[in-house]
């Protein structure tokens, strides 16, 4: 086999635990339940408009797939896990819009060059775990003039911080594979785009999170249904102190973040930076 066959079975196989990874929980329901919002907030921020094909890549369920094709745009929603889809396809029949539905690697997107008006991701592409490739790709199949939008977890955010809080009881990442939350850092989207794009525009939000009654109801909730969680409790299973610190570090870090006077649950504030440029022409 040569080096570079290696690398291409490596990478398949890297592919196939972050679909098992996402295909595990529920985010679905998640994304419709904690962050109902967020799509429409970067389909607003990149201007989608009636007429325009529009990409959403690592659509999921959709959150951003469908507000874009609420606004009259022809979407595709990509992910590299197809699993998530059926509920996408679910929410956008309740609301009355029909949108393609596409399996895709966000690293290597099936799409032609300049395809495109609006690429756009909420809390997707971020996860691919090769940002430079992920970043190329967005460039090439949208069209000169055409609009790149991103909406990101930061790496000081809560979010963010879940992952560190994590980190030391996840599986050591694959060579080469690089943190999601470093494309909630400006600096480092526009060093992934470069020269390729113009008219930036970065803004660091807040999303508020008030369902969770306890901090534990967010921990648990988050082991339930959320993949990466999911992964990394697996990871400790064999090992209970492990785990009962995860389970600490998890509720600590939801306690120490409580916005909330008492008395009225657990009252979160997740950053994010959205970020929104054109294709240089």
Not at 17 to 27: N, S
Not at 62 to 81: E, M, R, Y
Not at 148 to 168: E, N, V, Y
Not at 195 to 204: F, K, L, Y
């Amino acid at each position: 086999m040569t080096t570079q066959d290696s690398a291409a079975e490596a990478d398949r196989a890297l592919k196939a635990k972050h679909r098992a990874m996402w295909a595990q929980g529920d985010y679905p329901s998640l994304a419709a339940e904690v962050i109902p919002d967020l799509g429409a907030v970067l389909v607003e921020a990149c201007g989608v408009r009636s007429g325009q094909r529009v990409l959403d890549v690592g659509a999921g369920s959709g959150n951003a797939a469908i507000p874009a094709a609420l606004a009259g745009a022809d979407v595709v929603a990509s992910d590299l896990t197809p699993e998530l889809f059926e509920a996408g396809r679910q929410a956008a029949g309740k609301q009355g819009v029909e949108l393609s539905w596409q399996e895709a690697d966000a690293e290597a997107l099936p799409f032609a060059d300049a395809e495109f008006d609006t690429v756009l991701s909420c809390v997707g592409v971020m996860f691919a775990p090769h940002h430079q490739q992920a970043a190329g790709e967005l460039v090439r199949v949208c069209r000169p003039g055409g609009t790149i939008g991103l909406l990101s977890w930061t790496p000081q955010g809560f979010i963010g911080r879940m992952f560190a809080t994590m980190k030391p009881y996840a599986p050591p990442p694959p060579p080469g594979a690089q943190p999601p939350p470093l494309w909630g850092d400006e600096e480092h989207v526009r060093a992934l785009f470069g020269d390729r794009i113009t008219d930036v525009r970065a803004e660091r939000r807040t999303v508020r999170v008030d369902r969770f009654e306890t901090p534990e109801a967010f921990r648990d909730y988050f082991k339930e249904r959320y993949g990466p969680t999911i992964t990394v409790y697996k990871n400790t299973a064999g090992d209970p102190e492990r785990t009962a610190a995860l389970d600490r570090g998890l509720a600590d870090l939801a306690r120490e973040s409580d916005l909330s006077t008492g008395g009225g649950g657990t009252v979160l504030e997740w950053e994010y930076l959205l970020f929104t440029a054109r294709r240089a022409g």
